[in-house]
């Protein structure tokens, strides 16, 4: 059984930083890509960032550009995002999604860890 | 960038009615791309639909979707009570842009 579980969520001060962390089981981590999607309360999906199966792309949405960094080890199955300067509105609760295939759609999700942005 | 736009914004229906859902894309999408998801509250989304029309895995068939170009359905052909949701469509080819969600609540 596929299992993705996000840890690291929690209260921090606008300015501050936060890192995620996603670890996978039952699949093989290391051939496929993994994506952070966050979602604003009471809001929709916002696609945040993207990483290829082997880290040698990365993808970020204009709105964390140049703040959040995504990452993996494949030798430990887990996916990280380092957030850097947040903002208020980056209060979301965070899912890390796992792709089918580089263009694929998202076809496991984690439960999400919310990150409170406030001061 | 490409721009989807869901409609309605909310559905009231009851159980057993069949629901029709609309998204729209600003410009030509691959059908290949088109997905659908299901979110309850509380819950992580879940994938419904992908390639426009094919179903996920364990995704019963009373869940359909169909459509090409720039217009998209996705159809319940008898809403249980479970299906009471909100369903998001997303174009994943070179953009990862979700529409906005539409809610269908229980009249």
């Known amino acids: 059984e596929v299992q993705l579980l996000e840890s690291g969520g929690g209260l921090v001060q606008p300015g501050g930083s936060l890192r995620l962390s996603c670890a996978a089981s039952?699949?093989?981590?290391?051939?496929?890509?993994m994506s952070w999607v966050r979602q604003a309360p009471g809001k929709g999906l916002e696609w945040v960032t993207a990483?290829?199966?082997?880290?040698?792309?990365?993808f970020h949405a204009d709105s964390v550009k140049g703040r959040f960094t995504i990452s993996r080890d494949n030798s430990k199955n887990t996916l990280y995002l380092q957030m850097s300067s947040l903002r208020v509105d980056d209060t979301a609760v965070y899912f890390c999604a796992k792709r089918d295939s580089s263009m694929g759609p998202f076809d496991q999700w984690g439960q999400g860890a919310l990150v409170t942005v406030s001061s | 960038e490409i721009v989807l736009t869901q409609s309605p914004g909310t559905l009231s229906l009851s159980p057993g009615e069949r629901a029709t859902l609309s998204c729209r894309a600003s410009?030509?999408?691959?059908?290949?791309?088109l997905a659908w998801y299901q979110q309850k509250p509380g819950q992580a989304p879940r994938l419904l639909i992908y390639?426009?029309?094919s179903r996920a895995t364990g995704i019963p068939d009373r869940f359909s979707g169909s459509g090409s170009g720039t217009d998209f359905t996705l159809a319940i052909s008898r809403l249980e009570p479970e299906d009471f949701a909100v369903y998001y469509c997303?174009?994943?080819?070179?953009?990862?842009?979700f529409g906005q969600g539409t809610k269908v609540e229980i009249k």
């Open positions: 039952g699949f093989t981590f290391r051939n496929y890509p």
């Open positions: 390639g426009a029309s």
């Open positions: 997303q174009y994943h080819y070179n953009s990862r842009a």
């Open positions: 410009q030509y999408v691959r059908s290949g791309y």
């Open positions: 990483i290829s199966e082997d880290a040698s792309s990365t």
